[in-house]
């Protein structure tokens, strides 16, 4: 029995950590619903409903609002009748000065930004269970120090390709990977190579424009920024490599013939150099003088070299557009089949003309480059709880069922707006309508407006520089070979900080 002493009070030590360590984590892991946390019950995957607890939710449809009380109430039937709703559009910047009506309000990520002070945080559990459904940028800066903000619909420009004349070019239609975009298609690179027999049958390869700085912005994500890039307001990320990397795109872009209808052809310098000397030969003729039988005949010196001087062979033209000739015709390109791809805006127009045409249009993430594909910038709308909200973890609870599959699917029926849904979860919702689904995945890849204001100066909003500075000469310049990638990159970046000088002062009270 002494023996055995030593090992069994070994076994009673290892049972003794045992017990305190599964204390430790049980107490660690405890959620109290006491009206300032958010519990999230991992058996049930529902978060936790407060005792007495009672929300007013604002919604956009009486068909989503119907839907969330009935499954709340299949969810939660201790707690029937917790929840009710209003119907109410998103609310104006106006409308969110005043004291909320609702315990969760709907309204745009723009406008919530202004009043980020009066929502109340719900947490790291709200985030990866419910935030793991929304493309992170798409959420911008708005939950970067908490989860203030549930983004739920979206709006803006995607990228576009013509299925039937794709088809009838010779263009395999295959999508391996289902990236929305045909594998022969699915980069910028792939774009370039294939122009030549793209312009064999149709006149423009993709409708660039350098006219319009907006419709340009997914041009300078290439390399992965964007106008949120860097978290920091007075610090827009002009000078950092992945700008640069993206200007590379447009490098690449230049010596490609897009529209064939306005393309020049290219001398290179040697050339019009021969041509010139040429020129002055010929006009400085020496004739040389002999008689034959009383007769004169003048041999130049020009005839002589052109006998015995065998002939080089003959120089392929080059052709490129310069930037300024590529005008605007995003919408008459497309739609008059001569262009295979564009930007998308008018989503009415789009459907109208595919009805008139029998083409068949397909909506998609931009091809990408490198391995970043391109952002176009983005509207969001979504919920948010009220920060002086009695029961947050009942909240909680309403916006995971608002931001399930099956609320989602009932919010566009109702609505007809497009969702946000990250491209993972894409099964889980039940939206029959093939276009619309394909936009839920093009904006998957789009840039929601930023929402920062300046460091030292709250009334100016950060992405304001985009539309305040005009940076399309630069990348005029450098489409048409006149300056390199890094001069690009180094204009841009003074005209970025000059601005940012300007704007990015404390102003005295």
């Known amino acids: 029995m002494k023996q055995n002493k030593p090992a069994i009070i070994g076994l009673v030590f290892v049972l003794l950590i045992a017990l305190v360590t599964t204390s430790y984590f049980i107490l660690s892991n405890r ?47 201790d707690f029937n009748g917790a929840v009710t709703y209003k119907v109410e559009a998103p609310l104006t910047l106006d409308e969110m000065a005043l004291p909320f009506e609702t315990d969760i309000i709907v309204a745009s990520q723009n406008n919530a930004a ?36 549930v983004q739920n619909s979206v709006t803006g420009p995607v990228f576009a390709y013509n299925e039937t004349l794709m088809k009838e070019l010779g263009f395999d239609l295959t999508d391996a990977d289902n990236s929305g975009l045909p594998d022969v298609f699915e980069t910028w690179d792939d774009i370039i190579e294939k122009a030549p027999k793209i312009t064999e049958k149709i006149n423009v390869v993709f409708p660039l424009t350098f006219t319009d700085q907006s419709s340009f912005y997914p041009f300078f994500t290439g390399g992965r920024w964007t106008l949120n890039f860097t978290k920091n307001g007075s610090k827009p990320g002009f000078d950092t490599r992945e700008f640069r990397e993206g200007l590379s795109l447009i490098e690449s872009l230049g010596p490609v013939v897009l529209d064939k209808t306005v393309a020049e052809e290219v001398k290179p310098p040697e050339a019009e150099k021969e041509t010139t000397e040429i020129t002055d030969k010929e006009t400085t003729e020496v004739a040389d003088t002999e008689t034959t039988d009383g007769e004169v005949v003048e041999t130049t010196e020009t005839e002589i070299t052109e006998a015995e001087t065998p002939k080089e062979p003959e120089v392929p033209k080059v052709f490129r557009n310069s930037a300024e000739s590529l005008k605007w015709q995003y919408e008459q390109a497309f739609f008059s089949r001569q262009s295979l791809f564009t930007i998308v805006n008018d989503f009415d127009l789009t459907s109208k003309y595919a009805a008139q045409t029998g083409d068949t249009y397909v909506y998609a993430p931009f091809p990408s480059y490198g391995t970043h594909r391109l952002s176009p910038q983005a509207d969001v709308e979504g919920y948010a709880v009220r920060k002086e909200v009695a029961y947050p973890s009942a909240s909680a609870e309403v916006l995971r069922i608002l931001r399930s599959g099956e609320a989602v699917s009932v919010y566009h029926n109702s609505t007809q707006k497009i969702p946000v849904y990250h491209r993972t979860y894409l099964d889980e919702l039940t939206i029959e309508n093939p276009t619309v689904m394909q936009r839920v995945l093009a904006y998957n890849f789009s840039d929601a407006l930023p929402v920062m204001a300046l460091n030292n100066n709250p009334d100016v909003l950060a992405r304001s520089i985009y539309t305040e500075v005009d940076f399309m000469p630069t990348m005029r310049e450098l489409f048409n070979g006149k300056i390199t990638v890094d001069e690009a990159q180094e204009k841009i970046a003074k005209l970025a900080q000059v601005w940012v000088d300007k704007n990015d002062i404390i102003k005295e009270e």
């Open 31 to 77: 959620c109290t619903l006491d009206g300032a946390s958010v519990c999230f019950d991992k058996e049930t995957q529902t978060f936790g409903v407060e005792k007495d607890a009672a929300l007013l939710v604002q919604v956009e449809s009486k068909e989503v609002g119907e839907f969330l009380v009935a499954k709340w109430n299949e969810l939660h039937p």
């Open 114 to 149: 202004f009043y980020f002070d009066r929502f109340y945080d719900l947490g790291g559990k709200m985030d990866s269970v419910v935030g793991s459904k929304t493309p992170s940028q798409l959420q911008d800066t708005m939950n970067v120090k908490g989860y203030y903000f």
